[in-house]
């Protein structure tokens, strides 16, 4: 698509900004960047610039588990079965048979790696989820598995001598130059802006749920990994399909935290304010249905009971063994005087994971020479319409290993010989009137949430696309010199290619439900809406 929008965001000279050197960059320190960083040859330099720390992404927050096939009665067929299926005629099958197939031997790298998941005996403890026909979560610490594996794969890390980590440093763009990615240019406290040139190049950045107002997502999530690669060329792709998680806690005052969907699994109850439980309604799996289907099914419960929620209901569960199994979860309610054993938790659903982004091969390689990319910033194909629970961590491990296999051995490829391109980005006219970024971040979150949600319509997102496309028009050009506009101006970019995907796909299909155009058209199986930045 044709944009009018400047390439870099900020002005910069070779001559007047500091330089660094490093044989791989990794943007990112969730799981798929560190385990990226890890499948590099230990010859070869890397350097993971991160956004935060390692307990600021959403792999360190993820609860439930990894799903694999760990379990005698399970086999690797069902669950294909079961990702295709969740997907809804939109996952690419050989990138499913691949990653599955994969699954149970990462596991046992990180079981020897120290990684600590729960058992049963000497067996793993596995747990459920929606839309799985077996028993194949593993999982750590009740319901801490992200903390768990990031633990191991950051300490790790910490041991290899050829990998450095940059901390609390924002990537501003990607650096190209004749097609090809070069590095980076990145900010932080201690250094401002400073080049880095890399000869291969991973994106690990994560998803865009910040995007809206109710989300699960970290602070961090703006979707800056999808729109620096936007702008650097790279294809993206199913921009449309944005998971809600059905039951996201719903106090007032309160962070939204995720409620996993382990905890239906085992054996909680979605009820309404009536005490009704209305999810068999809606699907014979009843609360083991889906994501999409679930939360779907809870916002038209709310909309019939016109109440702003619903409730989780555990109170028929063995006290015991509910906290046992979630302490995190257990320790959250009690902050807000709620007993999980005892009380209905108050849920809804809330943005919690994007499908699309970065479109990649079955190694993370990108459109862009020397730019690869591994977990949530990516569409590889794994999760189509919509991710089957617990599949995200399994994708990041194994993406993340890929990419840093296919980023090292490139990199073996390419001479010593680093040299600064003459690549620069002139300073624009100051603008004289000042912008309240948080006053349009917040208008975006809210725009976001009321027209791009669980249900949407052609004539909501055309006046949600007229006000992004506004917005855009005098918040792109400008350049800033601070990480708060980088980010508005990553979340504008991005939101308005959510939109215009939404816009484009006339049908419903996984987590993409239009009330206009209410079921799956056969014309739309297995076609891809992409976008590519055309300066």
């Given at each position: ?24 960059l990794v943007i990112g320190a969730g799981l798929a960047g560190l385990r990226s960083a890890l499948a590099v040859d230990p010859k070869l330099s890397v350097l993971i610039a991160c956004k935060d720390g390692r307990e600021g992404s959403n792999s360190w927050h993820a ?390 949600g669980v249900r949407r319509e052609k004539e909501g997102m055309m006046e949600a696309l007229e006000d992004v496309e506004r917005w855009c028009s005098y918040v792109l050009p400008r350049q800033f010199n601070h990480p708060q506009g980088w980010e508005l101006q990553n979340m504008l ?43």
């Amino acid at each position: 698509m044709k944009s009018v929008e400047p390439r870099y965001l900020t002005p910069f000279h070779p001559r007047q900004i500091p330089h660094f050197f490093t044989d791989v960059l990794v943007i990112g320190a969730g799981l798929a960047g560190l385990r990226s960083a890890l499948a590099v040859d230990p010859k070869l330099s890397v350097l993971i610039a991160c956004k935060d720390g390692r307990e600021g992404s959403n792999s360190w927050h993820a609860q439930g588990g990894i799903a694999t096939v760990m379990d005698p009665e399970d086999s690797i067929e069902n669950h294909v079965r079961d990702t295709l299926e969740a997907g809804g005629g939109l996952c690419d099958e050989t990138v499913v048979r691949s990653v599955i197939s994969e699954g149970p031997e990462r596991i046992r790298e990180l079981i020897s790696w120290g990684a600590e998941f729960d058992r049963v005996g000497n067996r793993l403890a596995l747990g459920r989820e929606g839309g799985h026909s077996h028993n194949r979560i593993v999982h750590a610490n009740g319901d801490a598995t992200g903390r768990e594996i990031v633990r191991i794969l950051y300490d790790r890390v910490r041991q290899q001598p050829n990998i450095d980590i940059w901390e609390d440093t924002f990537t501003i763009d990607l650096l190209t130059w004749e097609g090809r990615c070069r590095g980076a240019m990145v900010w932080n406290h201690r250094h401002g802006r400073t080049l880095i040139w890399a000869k291969q190049t991973i994106l690990a950045t994560g998803g865009c749920g910040q995007l809206y107002r109710e989300t699960t997502n970290p602070e961090v999530a703006t979707g800056d990994g999808m729109a620096l690669a936007y702008r650097a060329g790279a294809e993206l792709r199913d921009m449309e399909f944005i998971q809600f998680h059905p039951t996201v806690l719903y106090i007032a005052g309160s962070a939204r935290h995720l409620i996993t969907e382990a905890m239906r699994g085992e054996g909680a109850w979605l009820v309404d304010r009536h005490g009704h439980r209305f999810m068999f309604d809606y699907d014979p799996r009843g609360e083991l249905a889906p994501r999409d289907i679930v939360s779907s099914a809870i916002v038209e419960q709310m909309e019939k009971t016109r109440h702003p929620c619903v409730y989780l209901d555990l109170t028929h569960l063995d006290p015991n063994k509910i906290r046992q199994r979630f302490p995190g979860i257990t320790k959250i309610c009690e902050e807000f005087r709620l007993d999980l054993t005892r009380d209905r938790i108050p849920v809804r659903p809330g943005a919690h994971y994007m499908m699309g982004g970065v479109t990649v091969d079955l190694v993370g390689r990108t459109t862009v020479p020397g730019l690869w990319a591994a977990g949530e910033v990516t569409s590889s194909g794994l999760h189509g319409a919509n991710r089957l629970a617990s599949n995200s961590l399994l994708e990041a491990i194994i993406y993340g290993r890929r990419a840093g296999e296919g980023a090292s051995e490139a990199a073996k490829q390419e001479p010593d010989d680093f040299s600064v391109l003459p690549l620069a980005n002139a300073p624009a006219p100051s603008p004289h009137e000042p912008l309240d970024l948080v006053d349009i971040r917040n208008s975006v979150k809210s725009l976001m949430w009321r027209s791009m949600g669980v249900r949407r319509e052609k004539e909501g997102m055309m006046e949600a696309l007229e006000d992004v496309e506004r917005w855009c028009s005098y918040v792109l050009p400008r350049q800033f010199n601070h990480p708060q506009g980088w980010e508005l101006q990553n979340m504008l970019t991005i939101a308005r290619l959510i939109i215009q995907a939404a816009l484009t796909r006339e049908e419903s299909r996984g987590c993409h439900f239009r009330t206009d155009f209410p079921f799956p058209r056969e014309e739309w199986q297995q076609r891809h809406i992409s976008f590519r930045y055309q300066p």
